[in-house]
């Protein structure tokens, strides 16, 4: 039995000899390897933590004392460390551990973030709540140099360093990446600044002693206050963190355990917020993931352990993106292409590669990028601004109040729609055609495969006086379906029979309708399926199909409230027609993680499951029946 085996909790860290402790910081990275091997993850992040975590968790008593993880990504091995080793042959599968901290698994995970640049906020209210019920905890907060460029963080800090009270200790994790290699001003700024809880009480003292001198005290002290801080800005220019108040230990190797337990011992004992600057090498211990050049294994597929080549997949939705973006690049000089510290990931890096100087990474930031397009589409340019779907939540007023507003021609690309399955709740981009909807101006796009993604981008790219958005969901396209007929904007894609049933399919939801019809046709049932391309504005020629149908059945890979179903209800209420309407969507709940498909036969989003409610419709229509939708009674 290894070390690892008889770890149940971290108090089992605190007997260990140094030799143990080395042994089992081996045994992590390797059963950090073969879990990922298997089903994917976040390995690079975690290589990189293994002694940190260890020192925190040696140093600190969790749960007692609360320890938040930034992103989450970087928590694998705190989940090992909190008695959840073995079930990590069900890393993200269902019914397995989660790829993030999940509250249902361990007293040891208080929150459950992936989006970034939150732990320092989460662990300020933490701190300030232990502070004012008088209770003798400490909170830690786990946040990479790639997070801390994030907006959010830095109004964390600014807060943080006022509350003088707050058992808080920040260890920045700093390797110089987040995704791919930090971006900004901030990645220059990380210097080595060291200050220890004895520099306050001795300055204290001195100035005290100094001051109560007549005449030249008082001038003495500041005189002296001055060099020392001239001599720390001419020696390690630009001390942020010191420079906001808040105390600063470090860097420190983030690999020697002994040096990280002795920095966290130090800040510990401050009793108020402290900076730990923690400098680690993404991927560290694993050959195959240093080498990585693309991103150490942020989140690699499934890959073999001995070569570290990844199993080969298919062309994905975001390899047809990446083609077409520079393709209207080529022809368009006043495309620019944007994101947020996610390159590779959306397919921009050919992009980057071919026009770098039309390319903008701004670091963990959608607000940030979201205005800057504003800015960028003021001065004459067409920004492209490529984000997965559940980020663009962060944005949203800058969308409406900064875009919309003043009619900018910014076009976002939001990749991993709808549906995700794998990284759960957070991150299956189900929310944003709901809060789109509500944007005056905004134009939606939603392709069902390829050939329609590069369609409606470049239809997208060509409107200057609104934003428009084109979204698809994560992995492979379909085989492209082809149009039966036109209906206005819209394709019609299958027409057999009566005017029974009309099924609007959205987007990747389009493929699932057109099976749909195949079922209904078999069971005598006249269908007409139609694609509206652009679901925001409702097209008038869908309006006038459902007032020529008996039944309409919209069908979407986004949250069923405010969406396209319930945007589209609204609108032939509003142009009088009483036609039955069904609605299919993702309900408004938070989805556990499991595959695409598992998750989408569980809610109900599946050809035989629409087709068997339709059938029953249908059924209660001839008998004159009313047919009841939980959103609409026809």
Not at 80 to 90: E, I, P
Not at 349 to 360: K, L
Not at 428 to 437: C, R
Not at 561 to 575: E, F, I, K
């Amino acid at each position: 039995m290894g070390v690892l085996d008889s770890i149940a909790g971290p108090r089992d860290l605190r007997g260990l000899s140094d030799d143990e402790l080395t042994a089992l910081a081996a045994e992590i990275r390797d059963r950090l390897v073969q879990a990922c091997s298997r089903v994917g993850g976040h390995l690079g992040p975690n290589l990189g933590v293994v002694e940190l975590t260890l020192a925190i968790h040696r140093v600190f008593e969790s749960p007692r004392d609360r320890v938040v993880f930034d992103t989450g990504h970087q928590s694998y091995v705190h989940k090992m460390l909190t008695g959840r080793a073995d079930a990590f042959t069900g890393l993200r599968t269902e019914g397995g551990l989660s790829g993030y901290p999940s509250q249902a698994e361990s007293e040891h995970d208080i929150v459950e973030n992936s989006h970034a640049s939150t732990a320092l906020s989460y662990a300020d209210g933490i701190a300030k709540a232990y502070a004012i019920r008088g209770e003798d905890r400490h909170t830690v907060a786990v946040i990479g140099d790639g997070a801390l460029t994030g907006g959010m963080a830095w109004e964390a800090l600014n807060n943080i360093a006022i509350a003088k009270d707050s058992r808080l200790v920040i260890v920045v994790n700093d390797n110089g990446r987040s995704y791919t290699p930090t971006i900004g001003g901030l990645a220059t700024a990380l210097t080595a600044l060291r200050t220890n809880p004895r520099y306050e009480h001795v300055l204290d003292v001195v100035k005290r002693r100094l001051n109560a001198v007549k005449g030249v005290g008082p001038a003495t002290y500041d005189a002296l206050h001055a060099v020392k801080k001239g001599l720390k800005d001419a020696l390690a220019p630009q001390g942020l963190f010191e420079d906001l108040g808040l105390k600063y230990v470090g860097p420190v190797d983030g690999h020697d355990l002994a040096a990280m337990e002795q920095a966290l011992a130090q800040a510990k004992r401050f009793n108020g917020p402290v900076i730990v600057h923690a400098i680690t090498r993404k991927g560290f211990g694993y050959d195959a993931a240093e080498r990585h050049e693309a991103d150490q294994f942020h989140s690699p597929q499934p890959f073999d352990i001995e070569t570290g080549e990844e199993k080969v997949r298919g062309r994905i939705w975001t390899d047809v993106f990446a083609d077409e973006i520079v393709r209207i690049g080529e022809r368009r000089p006043d495309v620019v292409a944007m994101t947020a510290a996610m390159m590779h990931p959306v397919g921009l890096d050919d992009f980057q590669r071919r026009f770098p100087e039309r390319t903008i990474d701004v670091g963990i930031a959608e607000q940030h990028a979201a205005t800057s397009a504003a800015g960028l589409a003021i001065g004459g340019l067409h920004p492209v601004v490529a984000i997965y779907a559940t980020f663009l939540n962060r944005a949203f007023d800058q969308v409406l109040m900064d875009i919309a507003l003043h009619r900018c021609g910014v076009t976002f690309v939001l990749d991993r729609a709808g549906v995700t399955g794998d990284d759960g709740a957070s991150h299956n981009g189900m929310w944003d055609m709901s809060f789109l909807q509500v944007v005056p101006g905004l134009r939606l796009a939603a392709p069902r495969d390829a050939t329609r993604l590069r369609e409606l981008l470049n239809e997208a790219v060509e409107v200057d006086d609104a934003p428009t958005v084109v979204r698809f969901p994560k992995g492979p396209p379909p085989a492209d379906i082809p149009t039966h007929s036109k209906a206005g904007g819209a394709d019609v894609l299958v027409r057999t029979g009566p005017l029974d049933v009309l099924v609007v399919g959205v987007g990747s939801m389009a493929s699932v309708a057109v099976e749909v019809a195949e079922r209904l046709d078999a069971q005598g049932i006249g269908v007409t399926v139609v694609d509206p391309r652009w679901v925001k504005p409702v097209d008038p020629a869908v309006v006038e199909l459902a007032r020529q149908h008996r039944l309409v059945v919209s069908v979407e890979d986004n949250g069923r409230v405010g969406g396209c179903g319930a945007t589209l209800l609204q609108t032939l209420n509003d142009a009088g027609v009483t036609t039955p309407f069904r609605l299919h969507g993702v309900p408004q709940e938070f989805l556990g993680h499991a595959k695409r498909a598992a998750i989408l036969e569980r809610i109900g989003l599946t050809p035989q499951a629409i087709a068997l409610g339709i059938v029953e419709d249908m059924t209660a229509l001839a008998e004159g029946r009313v047919v009841v939708d939980a959103d609409h009674v026809g």
